[in-house]
T-cell receptor, first 117, second 113 residues
Framework: GAGVSQSPRYKVAKRGQDVALRCDPI?????LFWYQQALGQGPEFLTY????????KSGLPSDRFFAERPEGSVSTLKIQRTQQEDSAVYLC???????????????FGPGTRLTVT | GDSVTQMEGPVTLSEEAFLTINCTYT??????LFWYVQYPGEGLQLLLK?????DKGSNKGFEATYRKETTSFHLEKGSVQVSDSAVYFC????????????FGEGTQLTVNP
C-alpha cells in the first residue's frame, strides 16, 4: 500500500513568511509524529497526535509552530513568521498503534526541506 | 532526559570490510532500541530493533545486541557492500514518553568498491 507522503517536498520561504507543510499518513494509522531534522543532525521530536488529539507538543520550538490533525488523518504543520533557524527537513511519521499498547514501528515520509532565505 | 550518542563519523570502508557503528544511550526507563537507515534521496527506514536486554535485532546482514549493562546498541555487519552506503541513526523510544523516537546524530557510511 501507499506509504507516508509529504508535500511540498521542497519549500523556499522568505524570512517572515508563513508556511504550511502537509502530511498524509498511512491509511488507518492512529498515531502521527512530526520531527525536525537540521542539516547533519538526527531528527528531533516536535509533536504527536493520537487520532485528532494532539497529546504532546513539548518539542515545538516556539509559539510560531502550530500543528493540527482535525479529522484524525491528514496533518498540517504551520510555521508563522519563518526565521532562518527554521531551515531544516521536516519529517512526518505514522504508526498503527497508540501509546500504552506497546511500541509500534513508525513509518517515515520523505520529508519537506524548508529553506528560509 | 533521554539521549543517544553515536560514534563520530563519517566512516569510509572498502567493500567486504567489517563494520561497527557504536551507539550508547541514556534513558530514565527501559527503552526499546532501533537502528534506522537513510539512503540517499530516500526517507528513514527501520533497519532493526530490540525491545529488551540481550535481544539481538538483525536484518540484511546487520546485527545489534541490546546491552543493558553497558547501555549500548552497537551496529555490526560482517561484510559491507557498496549499496550499504547511507546514513545510519541509532534511536530509542519509551512508552512513558509517548513512544516518540529520540535519535542520535547519525553516522555517514561510505563503502568504496
Amino acid at each position: 500500500g501507499a506509504g507516508v507522503s509529504q508535500s511540498p517536498r521542497y519549500k523556499v520561504a522568505k524570512r517572515g513568511q508563513d508556511v504550511a507543510l502537509r502530511c498524509d499518513p498511512i491509511s488507518g494509522h492512529v498515531s502521527l509524529f512530526w520531527y525536525q531534522q537540521a542539516l547533519g543532525q538526527g531528527p528531533e521530536f516536535l509533536t504527536y497526535f493520537q487520532n485528532e488529539a494532539q497529546l504532546d507538543k513539548s518539542g515545538l520550538p516556539s509559539d510560531r509552530f502550530f500543528a493540527e490533525r482535525p479529522e484524525g488523518s491528514v496533518s498540517t504543520l504551520k510555521i508563522q513568521r519563518t526565521q532562518q533557524e527554521d531551515s531544516a527537513v521536516y519529517l512526518c511519521a505514522s504508526s498503527r498503534g497508540v501509546t500504552g499498547q506497546g511500541l509500534y514501528e513508525q513509518y517515515f515520509g520523505p520529508g519537506t526541506r524548508l529553506t528560509v532565505t | 532526559g533521554d539521549s543517544v550518542t553515536q560514534m563520530e563519523g563519517p566512516v569510509t570502508l572498502s567493500e567486504e570490510a567489517f563494520l561497527t557503528i557504536n551507539c550508547t544511550y541514556t534513558a530514565t526507563g527501559y527503552p526499546s532500541l532501533f537502528w534506522y537507515v537513510q539512503y540517499p534521496g530516500e526517507g528513514l527506514q527501520l533497519l532493526l530493533k530490540a525491545t529488551k536486554a540481550d535481544d539481538k535485532g538483525s536484518n540484511k546482514g546487520f546485527e545489534a545486541t541490546y546491552r543493558k549493562e553497558t547501555t549500548s546498541f552497537h551496529l555490526e555487519k560482517g561484510s559491507v557492500q557498496v549499496s550499504d552506503s547511507a546514513v545510519y541513526f541509532c534511536a530509542l523510544s519509551e512508552e512513558t514518553s509517548g513512544s516518540r523516537l529520540t535519535f542520535g546524530e547519525g553516522t555517514q557510511l561510505t563503502v568504496n568498491p
